[in-house]
């Protein structure tokens, strides 16, 4: 079987000096490394992972490795590889398929060579290799354990599978851990998201109008952190609580339609298609900027923004101008796919730290459960405040802790107006 496939070789020693900054960055995945090193927790194991490919990842893949695991790896998104990352995985053995630029043929057919590893675990960011299994591979779906689902989109489409009965084998949703949606949604793709922007664009966010649609807990990160570079921020949402909440931080909100009239910058990141569509790409003003942060590149229709152009040229890179037929231009970052991961480099280490953290944790969890049903299974209560708990110690930051008295007065119902 072939060992690796990534874009250049040579590029290993950079991975090499990426990862090793990564990892002085993720000290709660260090000491779950050190644990797995002693313990074998995942020896016999061979985890399949379609991850995005980053510094961060590697430092996981490490982690798991430690444990004892066989494992395989491919991208979970066709422009978020970190090729260098890639190759200083293969330099040290990884089974690694991943390069930046992939076509979909080539993205699926990483995801296959991965599976023709056999694996007894998957570890998805999106669901595509539970789909793939589920759809052409069904006969291999006997020899899955279990397996873990990183980000929301993957968690919404496997709780549709459980819903309808084909969910073949249990899932652990790492993205509902408190720990890691609270944190790598929110502050991850809040800086991240707007980390992408500026590369892709170097333009100032002061004084722009910044159009967010969603107010989940990614959309919320981004709007909190472009309304702190100073952008007059807009939301638009479709729940009605959410949407309140937005106004009462102090966002202006409105339908998407009124503002894509008053928008300098648009950024999707709901899981949801065609939030931005032909229709509102008409009213844009001349030179408006879209980007997507949802986990799918069908959040702006790219469609409906071909369908109005008449030319389109990279202006710099992942940064495309569509030239409109009435000659505006509109721009588009990133193809429209995820700009955090493609336009920069993903979440800080930081935040990867504690939702790896949880991706380690459930997979050792998954190898010490007898039998677990075919169903998406939540992160133990005991593993999140775990991860919690060795985060806030490795940041040298301390808590209280409840008095004997403390605990009872929480625990009875007596003691009314004193
Ligand atoms: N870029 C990244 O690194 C990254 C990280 C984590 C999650 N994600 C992805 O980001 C997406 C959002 O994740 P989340 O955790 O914030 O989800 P969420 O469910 O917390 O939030 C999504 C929000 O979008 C709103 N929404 C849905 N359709 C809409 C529409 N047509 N117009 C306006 N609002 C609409 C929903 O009401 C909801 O409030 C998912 O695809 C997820 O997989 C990306």
Same mark, same amino acid.
């Given at each position: 079987?072939?060992?690796?496939?990534?874009?250049?070789?040579?590029?290993?020693?950079?991975?090499?000096?990426?990862?090793?900054? #990564?990892?002085?960055?993720?000290?709660?995945?260090?000491?779950?490394?050190?644990?797995?090193?002693?313990?074998?927790?995942?020896?016999?194991?061979?985890?399949?992972?379609?991850?995005?490919?980053? *510094?961060?990842?590697?430092?996981?893949?490490?982690?798991?490795? #430690?444990?004892?695991? *066989?494992?395989?790896?491919?991208?979970?998104?066709?422009?978020?590889?970190?090729?260098?990352?890639?190759?200083?995985?293969?330099?040290?053995?990884?089974?690694?398929?991943?390069?930046?630029?992939?076509?979909?043929?080539?993205? @699926?057919?990483?995801?296959?060579?991965?599976?023709?590893?056999?694996?007894?675990?998957?570890?998805?960011?999106?669901?595509?290799?539970? +789909?793939?299994?589920?759809?052409?591979?069904?006969?291999?779906?006997? &020899?899955?354990?279990?397996?873990?689902?990183?980000?929301?989109?993957?968690?919404?489409? $496997?709780?549709?599978?459980?819903?309808?009965?084909? $969910?073949?084998?249990?899932?652990?949703?790492?993205?509902?851990? @408190?720990?890691?949606?609270?944190?790598? &949604?929110?502050? +991850?793709?809040?800086?991240?998201?707007?980390?992408?922007?500026?590369? /892709?664009?170097?333009?100032?966010?002061?004084?722009?109008?910044?159009?967010?649609?969603?107010?989940?807990?990614?959309?919320?990160?981004?709007?909190?952190? /472009?309304?702190?570079?100073?952008?007059?921020?807009?939301?638009?949402?479709?729940?009605?609580?959410?949407?309140?909440? #937005?106004?009462?931080?102090?966002?202006?909100?409105?339908?998407? /339609?009124?503002?894509?009239?008053?928008?300098?910058?648009?950024?999707?990141?709901?899981?949801?298609?065609?939030?931005?569509?032909?229709?509102?790409?008409?009213?844009?003003?001349? +030179?408006?900027?879209?980007? &997507?942060?949802?986990?799918?590149?069908?959040?702006?229709?790219?469609?409906?923004?071909?369908?109005?152009?008449?030319?389109?040229?990279?202006?710099?890179?992942?940064?495309?101008?569509?030239?409109?037929?009435?000659?505006?231009?509109? @721009?588009?970052?990133?193809?429209?796919?995820?700009?955090?991961?493609?336009?920069?480099? +993903?979440?800080?280490?930081?935040?990867?730290?504690?939702?790896?953290?949880?991706? #380690?944790?459930?997979?050792?969890?998954?190898?010490?459960?007898?039998?677990?049903?075919?169903?998406? @299974?939540?992160?133990?209560?005991? $593993?999140?405040?775990?991860?919690?708990?060795?985060?806030?110690?490795?940041?040298?930051?301390?808590?209280?802790?409840?008095?004997?008295?403390?605990?009872?007065?929480?625990?009875?119902?007596?003691?009314?107006?004193?």
């Amino acid at each position: 079987m072939e060992e690796s496939q990534v874009k250049d070789k040579s590029l290993a020693q950079q991975g090499h000096l990426q990862i090793e900054w #990564a990892s002085k960055h993720m000290p709660v995945l260090k000491l779950i490394r050190n644990r797995f090193n002693e313990e074998k927790p995942l020896k016999g194991l061979t985890l399949a992972a379609c991850l995005h490919v980053t *510094k961060e990842t590697a430092v996981l893949v490490d982690a798991l490795i #430690a444990g004892g695991a *066989k494992i395989a790896l491919c991208g979970s998104n066709p422009l978020s590889t970190q090729d260098d990352v890639a190759a200083a995985l293969a330099d040290k053995g990884v089974h690694v398929f991943a390069w930046r630029g992939q076509n979909t043929e080539e993205y @699926y057919r990483c995801i296959d060579k991965v599976l023709d590893y056999k694996p007894t675990v998957t570890l998805d960011d999106g669901a595509d290799l539970v +789909g793939t299994l589920h759809s052409k591979r069904q006969s291999e779906l006997k &020899n899955l354990k279990g397996g873990t689902e990183e980000t929301t989109t993957g968690v919404i489409r $496997l709780r549709a599978m459980e819903r309808d009965g084909s $969910l073949k084998y249990p899932i652990v949703a790492v993205n509902d851990a @408190y720990t890691k949606y609270l944190f790598d &949604n929110r502050y +991850g793709t809040g800086q991240s998201t707007i980390d992408g922007i500026l590369r /892709a664009t170097n333009i100032l966010l002061a004084g722009k109008t910044f159009v967010v649609c969603g107010y989940g807990w990614c959309s919320r990160g981004i709007a909190m952190r /472009a309304q702190g570079l100073g952008a007059n921020v807009i939301v638009t949402e479709v729940q009605p609580i959410r949407a309140l909440e #937005a106004l009462m931080n102090g966002l202006r909100v409105m339908p998407i /339609a009124e503002a894509a009239a008053v928008g300098d910058i648009f950024v999707t990141a709901t899981g949801d298609i065609n939030v931005i569509r032909k229709e509102h790409m008409q009213k844009m003003k001349d +030179g408006a900027i879209m980007a &997507n942060s949802g986990h799918f590149n069908v959040e702006i229709s790219i469609k409906g923004l071909e369908e109005l152009s008449n030319a389109k040229r990279t202006m710099r890179p992942n940064l495309e101008e569509y030239s409109l037929k009435d000659g505006r231009k509109l @721009y588009l970052l990133a193809e429209g796919r995820l700009v955090n991961l493609a336009a920069a480099e +993903g979440h800080p280490s930081e935040v990867m730290d504690m939702s790896f953290a949880n991706q #380690a944790l459930s997979s050792e969890y998954i190898a010490k459960s007898p039998k677990m049903q075919p169903k998406v @299974y939540v992160v133990p209560k005991e $593993l999140d405040e775990k991860v919690a708990e060795l985060k806030l110690k490795s940041m040298n930051i301390m808590i209280d802790e409840l008095t004997d008295e403390q605990k009872k007065y929480l625990s009875t119902w007596e003691m009314g107006t004193t």
